[in-house]
């Protein structure tokens, strides 16, 4: 079987700022300490960075990247989903921040030819159980493949199956854990809608994760897990999170997709298996914001990793793009080369050199 290349981001943040500028912008009403309208993000934005204009079309957002994953011709396409779609206004109690898109903006995501939306993270039930029903039918409607969370915990936990090219599938597991500020109440229960949580990040959990991914797969098949972990900003990866990462891959997973973070962080080869320990951010409307300047959150990367069919890494490489005017646009050379040195850096207590390629995107050295 022919090797595959799977296109992976973080976390795709469509609400709030993003849609209020898309076709369909949604009740901006916000309930945060120092913003009560969504559209006060988009302001933000333009103050740093000039016009963004409104009702735009559906692929705004992705801007250059687009292009990008489309030249890559990727077998499939996953990401983070960290928003509500819905209209629903009931707002969870006792969070800061709270994420939604209209869903007649679903096509921001149908326009990225989106395979599958991870849902396990710490927004998709910032509008209540009623928000994440009408979340999971209207990706559903759109064609796009969910895992992570679900209206019981079976369907929380089971993956989203991408057919691939020559035969097999790709199974893609969702899991979020508590310290990604996932609240312990949105667990999904055996008739309760909610997300698939991680009850530790300890052997146990790692081996019963395994388990149900190697009951899942067949001849040809491959195995991601995706999960929401830790904290915003930071280059520390927790010991607890890299023997978790190291206990799945030795379980049967195939690749490791953590995101959280709202920059990218250390990735490593374990095993012959890729572990991104955080993917950054992708799409989020934190333009204008001050804070945290050192991290650089406006720049994002596209991972393209090319696995062989028995889940060996061949390749990786990452695009990288910066935010502006709330849409992806081609990072310049010095700014790729500041993430390739500071990943470099970052990766370095797990051997992983990165360096520029004759395109500039990242690619392991």
Known sequence: MEPVRVFLCGDVMTGRGIDQVLGHPGDPALREPAMDDARDYVRLAEHRSGPIGRRLPDAAPWGEALGAIDESAPAARVINLETSVTTSGDFWPGKEVHYRMHPANVGCLAAARVDVCTLANNHVLDFGRTGLLETLATLRGAGIATAGAGATRAEALAPASVPLPGGGRLHVFSVGHASSGIPQAWAAGADLPGVALLPSLGDDAAEELGARVRAARGPGDLAIVSIHWGSNWGYDVPVSQVRFAHRLIEAGVDLVHGHSSHHPRPLEVHRGRLVLYGAGDFLDDYEGISGHEAFRGDLV?????????????????????????????????????WLANRLTEASAPFGTRLRLDAHGRLALG
Do not use: H, K, V
């Open 301 to 337: 990367l596209a991972y393209f990793a090319t696995l062989a069919r028995d889940g060996t890494l061949l390749d990786l490489r990452a695009a990288p793009f910066r935010l502006r005017r709330l849409r992806a646009t081609r990072a310049a050379e010095a700014d790729a080369r």
